[in-house]
């Protein structure tokens, strides 16, 4: 089974930036379509953002466009979430996962369709 590790999140002032990087070993995830989610406490998981394995398209959700920026850097084997312009709704246990189920991102589909999710890492804005 794909195993997703989480990395790069911590404590940034209002403003501020973060990279999250998802990786996974002995996989390409060029092959999967990966999603960036959250939950902040006591609110529901949501998706932030993905990209397609089949053409690079990617989506954002309206709370995050044209801050957060999501890419595949193949060298590293990588799928990184670029946070600009942070805010401190923007805390929260940040996801990524992975499906083959699809080769398009896919935001009104439910959590079924990630068959591997990683442990999370966490994001906290706060001045």
């Known amino acids: 089974q794909l195993q997703l590790v989480e990395s790069g999140g911590g404590l940034v002032q209002p403003g501020g930036s973060l990279r999250l990087s998802c990786a996974a070993s002995?996989?390409?995830?060029?092959?999967?379509?990966i999603a960036w989610f959250r939950q902040a406490p006591g609110k529901e998981r949501e998706e932030v953002s993905c990209i397609n394995s089949s053409d690079g398209g990617t989506n954002y959700a309206d709370s995050v466009k044209g801050r957060f920026t999501i890419s595949r850097d193949n060298a590293k084997n990588t799928v990184d979430l670029q946070m600009n312009g942070l805010k401190r709704e923007d805390t929260a246990v940040y996801y990524c996962?992975?499906?083959?189920?699809?080769?398009?991102?896919?935001?009104?589909?439910?959590?079924?369709?990630?068959?591997?999710w990683g442990l999370g890492t966490q994001v906290t804005v706060s001045s």
């Open positions: 002995g996989v390409t995830l060029g092959h999967y379509v």
């Open positions: 996962a992975a499906t083959r189920f699809r080769t398009r991102c896919d935001p009104g589909a439910g959590e079924w369709l990630w068959s591997s």
